[in-house]
T-cell receptor
Framework: AQSVAQPEDQVNVAEGNPLTVKCTYS??????LFWYVQYPNRGLQFLLK??????LVKGSYGFEAEFNKSQTSFHLKKPSALVSDSALYFC??????????????FGTGTRLQVFP | GAVVSQHPSRVICKSGTSVKIECRSL??????MFWYRQFPKQSLMLMAT?????????EQGVEKDKFLINHASLTLSTLTVTSAHPEDSSFYIC???????????FGDGTRLSIL
């Protein structure tokens, strides 16, 4: 069955330090992977996606993610965290049974807290 | 580009009231729109997928008669919570997509509170 796992409910990091938010996936075919961020009482904002090509994907606000096929992972990273990065982060994979409807399967979310 | 507008942002109403939430794609044509429900400190739960001009596809466990979805045009989908009760209180979010290889674009959500 297709699934996305975000093993950490919360990640704490000091401002200026690198951050990593973990995501692993399970699909039978080639994955379409996404990262979204949600600020309080707001919808989700798209950060980046992996469809094909380079394993290192660069996205908005200085975030990047590395696609690792052997480890079935798509961890979100940023070299230097900002307090304003504190938010809820969701990893998602395209539902390959429904490519024509763009349906996504979301992870449970990871709350990132960046301390000054 | 790719802006999705969701309205209203917050609704407080009495039990038994029906509430309509609108989701509009402002600068693109959305062939597909999605409606999600999010409980506090939880992930998004997909409620239904709607395609313009056809009936919505509901996820298992979502009551079709309770949550009416209409996708009358390529830029507008509406979710009506009929005869709302306190247990329907939640954060409802819509998203829209114009192409299968593009990300979904999300509205800012509607906080529904039923008294």
């Amino acid at each position: 069955a297709q699934s996305v796992a975000q093993p950490e409910d919360q990640v704490n990091v000091a401002e200026g330090n690198p951050l990593t938010v973990k995501c692993t996936y399970s699909v039978s075919g080639n994955p379409y992977l996404f990262w979204y961020v949600q600020y309080p009482n707001r919808g989700l904002q798209f950060l980046l996606k992996y469809i094909t090509g380079d394993n290192l994907v660069k996205g908005s606000y200085g975030f990047e993610a590395e696609f690792n096929k052997s480890q079935t992972s798509f961890h979100l990273k940023k070299p230097s965290a900002l307090v304003s990065d504190s938010a809820l982060y969701f990893c998602a994979v395209r539902d390959e049974r429904n490519y024509n409807t763009d349906k996504l399967i979301f992870g449970t979310g990871t709350r990132l807290q960046v301390f000054p | 580009g790719a802006v999705v507008s969701q309205h209203p942002s917050r609704v407080i109403c009495k039990s038994g009231t029906s509430v309509k939430i609108e989701c509009r794609s402002l600068d693109f044509q959305a062939t597909t729109m999605f409606w999600y429900r999010q409980f506090p400190k939880q992930s998004l739960m997909l409620m239904a997928t709607s395609n313009e001009g056809s009936k919505a596809t509901y996820e298992q466990g979502v009551e079709k008669d309770k949550f009416l979805i209409n996708h009358a045009s390529l830029t507008l989908s509406t979710l009506t919570v009929t005869s709302a009760h306190p247990e329907d209180s939640s954060f409802y979010i819509c998203s829209a997509s114009d192409r299968p290889d593009q990300p979904q674009h999300f509205g800012d959500g509607t906080r529904l509170s039923i008294l």
